[in-house]
């Protein structure tokens, strides 16, 4: 059973408006949570993580946000450029990875 | 969902052991499978792809000889590493992907290794 899900296959942006990436989980015993950006033909490269103790981490046009109540982790990306186009994923590590699917996210000149 | 699972989820092994970690796609039909190492708080580095049937394609720098996969069928591959030694202490992660669909992954929880 998928403990970390990404919903949003795909996702289309124009340049310059906010992405948001979402990622919702069912084990409340996660206790890191960590951004990848995928390009084709590449592995995952981090890009941001998160602490369970914290509900926001912010690096450049990266932002994190946690709800631990909703078990709901979300990546805002702003402004998104079109170098931002890739498939990110999210994942929690509690003893071991979960990873969710992936969401390709477009961004449009 | 579609689900992957890792056997075993932590092995400790003496340096020059042989350990063989399995990839299972457990609900669906895998014609690729990746291979990752995962290093503490950095990104996933991909080391080989393998596809069912056939070779498997390794990254520049990853030793073919050292670490051998196989998959065998469409729900099993396998990543040996041999003559392990600490520095090949990691956490290493497979994920499975659909023929035509490689763009959602998914992945299993990891193994953790520990050569002593």
Redesign the interface.
Known sequence: ??QV?QNS?SLSVQEGRISILNCDYTNSMFDYFLW?KKYPA?????LI?ISSIKDKNEDGRFTVFLNKSAKHLSLHIVPSQPGDSA?Y?C?AFG?????G??T?LTVIP | ???VSQHP?RVICKSGTSVKIECRSLDFQATTM?W?R?FP??????MATSNEGSKATY?QGVEKDKFLINHASLTLSTLTVTSAHPEDSS?Y?C?AGLAGRL?????G??T?LLVL
Do not use: H
């Not at chain 1, 003893?95 to 990873?99: H, K, L, R, V």
């Not at chain 2, 708080?41 to 991909?46: A, D, E, N, W």
């Not at chain 2, 763009?103 to 992945?107: G, K, L």
């Open positions: 059973d998928q899900k296959p990848y590449e592995g995952p490269t981090f993580s498939v994923f994942a003893n071991q990875f979960y990873f699917t992936g390709s | 969902g579609a689900v989820s990746f990752y995962q708080k950095q990104s996933l580095m991909l990254e956490f992660i994920s763009e959602t992954q998914y992945f929880p990891g953790r």
